[in-house]
């Protein structure tokens, strides 16, 4: 990868995520273009800090200048809401064995930060937000399970059953059918357990919207469970 980085935007009436192409999960939202821009330039660090040593290296960009716009996607309520649902172009391209590799372990990087994140925060009072608005840590951690249920059947895969309350053995089974059925996708094959989701995701998209999310709540556990200076969230 050059010195440029290529990213696209996603543009609501109230709310624009920026995401870089070829990094998923490196991915925030602003009130304009500029602002989502920023935000991106902003939260490289903390990206680079979940990544560790990649191939290619992440090199975090200095400032706005070095972020090269490539695609322009018209949002909807869901960007607005604060979640970005539109695939980029190039998250139509193929997977290799090498890219389906770096995925496997970015997904798994991530799930480690939020695992983090969350362990870290027990026993922590959480921030409420302007309004008093915002998740307790046991509910955000429901939440991200229930989204990585819905983001497998994405992929066409069924959800593995549950066996009762939440449990570190049950996330790992969830978290295993998840890489299975993206190696699966990648390969042209369909999952193990199949099911009939009408529009399928592409293994990138999947890739994509996972990280978001993962490191999205990652990164909203630590600043709330930090006093009121700490960085906010975009």
């Known amino acids: 990868m050059g010195d440029a980085v290529d990213v696209y935007l996603e543009i609501g009436t109230k709310r624009t995520f920026a995401g870089a192409i070829d990094w998923p999960g490196w991915c925030r939202a602003g009130r304009t273009e500029a602002d989502a821009l920023e935000a991106l330039v ?25 972020l090269n716009v490539v695609e322009r996607l018209r949002g909807g309520g869901g960007t607005d809401f604060g979640v970005p649902g539109e695939a980029p172009e190039a998250d139509g391209r193929p997977v290799d064995e090498r890219e389906l590799a770096r995925f496997r372990r970015l997904l798994t990087r991530c799930w480690s930060a939020f695992d983090a994140a969350a362990a870290a925060a027990v026993g922590v009072e959480l921030r409420k937000g302007p309004r008093g608005g915002g ?17 497998l059947q994405g992929l066409g895969s069924k959800i ?69 200076e700490g960085t906010p969230n975009a």
């Open 42 to 66: 902003t939260y490289a660090p903390r990206y680079r800090a979940v990544l560790g040593r990649t191939t290619p290296a992440f090199r975090a960009p200095d400032d706005v200048s070095r």
């Open 135 to 151: 998740r307790d840590l046991d509910k955000i951690v429901a939440h991200v399970r229930e989204a990585d249920e819905a983001y």
């Open 160 to 228: 593995p059953k549950r066996m009762g309350p939440d449990s570190a053995a049950e996330s790992a089974e969830l978290r295993a059918t998840i890489l299975a059925a993206l190696s699966a996708r990648a390969g042209g094959q369909s999952p193990a357990e199949p099911n009939r989701v009408k529009k399928l995701w592409s293994p990138r998209y999947h890739v994509r919207r996972a990280t978001w999310h993962l490191l999205d709540h990652a990164w909203e556990i630590e600043d709330r469970a930090r006093p009121d």
